[in-house]
């Protein structure tokens, strides 16, 4: 009973010097810029936070980009929706499509590097034999991560599961086209698209994708 009566008495002393010292305006005062200075100093942390969250996520997602063709014979076969599938189920994010028949001078320059093989005519002959959907796809890694997807550049030594090995079977027929290096991809999108035909949005799927 002394204990209770004790603790009370202690209670009952510091409220009264609080009471003493901070007159009941000053303390609502008090609490009120407390609260205020709170919530300043909370919002800005909290969008210098959110901000670098969608930040590092932006830069992963947008980090690269890839150059990617279906080829006269995956568009006849009736495989384009097949490959864009692929790529879109992925998580890639598409920036630019378009669907047309490539003439000879764009064929010999996307694969000038090849001028000196000796299937190099058949190559562009195969080429401009029917039309192509090029495209450029976007995401961590995506260039390499194409490249995986294809499979090998001769569909006999392609893994099942990927795009050359599903779907095709010689090297001269295989489907689809992807960029081997960062380097090449961005020379083959500014040979193949305009900066305008680059489309910028934002995936609604990004922070299910990236963390
Ligand atoms: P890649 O397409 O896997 O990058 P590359 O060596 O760059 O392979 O060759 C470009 C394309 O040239 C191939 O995808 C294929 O269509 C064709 N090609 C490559 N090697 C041969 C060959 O030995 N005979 C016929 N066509 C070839
Ligand atoms: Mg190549």
């Known amino acids: 009973m002394s204990g209770v009566s004790a603790g009370r008495g202690k209670t009952q002393t510091t409220k009264d010097s609080a009471s003493v010292f901070l007159p009941t ?3 609502v005062y008090t609490a009120l810029v407390t609260l205020l200075l709170g919530i300043l100093l909370f919002c800005p942390l909290q969008e210098i936070y959110t901000e670098k969250v969608n930040l590092t996520m932006a830069n992963k997602a947008e980090r690269e980009r890839t150059f990617i063709m279906v080829k006269p014979d995956g568009v006849q076969r009736g495989l384009l929706g097949e490959i864009v599938k692929r790529f879109e189920k992925k998580g890639f994010k ?23 093989k000796p299937f190099f005519n058949g190559l562009v002959k195969y080429m401009r ?16 991560t194409g490249r995986q997807m ?35 991809a961005k020379k083959e999108i500014d040979l193949w698209f305009t900066g305008d035909e680059l489309v910028q949005w934002k995936a609604n799927e990004e922070p299910w994708l990236y963390e």
Request: hydrophobic share 35%; aromatic share 6%; with cysteine.
């Open 25 to 27: 305006g000053l303390k």
């Open 129 to 144: 034999s029917g039309p192509v959907c090029p495209m450029v796809w976007e995401g961590l890694n995506v260039v390499k």
């Open 94 to 116: 598409l920036v630019a499509m378009k669907f047309m028949w490539a003439d000879e001078t764009l064929l010999q320059k996307h694969y000038g590097d090849l001028s000196s």
């Open 150 to 184: 294809l499979g090998e550049t001769d569909p006999a030594n392609s893994l099942p599961g990927t795009i050359r090995g599903d779907y095709c079977i010689e090297i001269g027929r295989n489907i689809c086209h992807g960029s081997d290096a960062v380097d090449s």
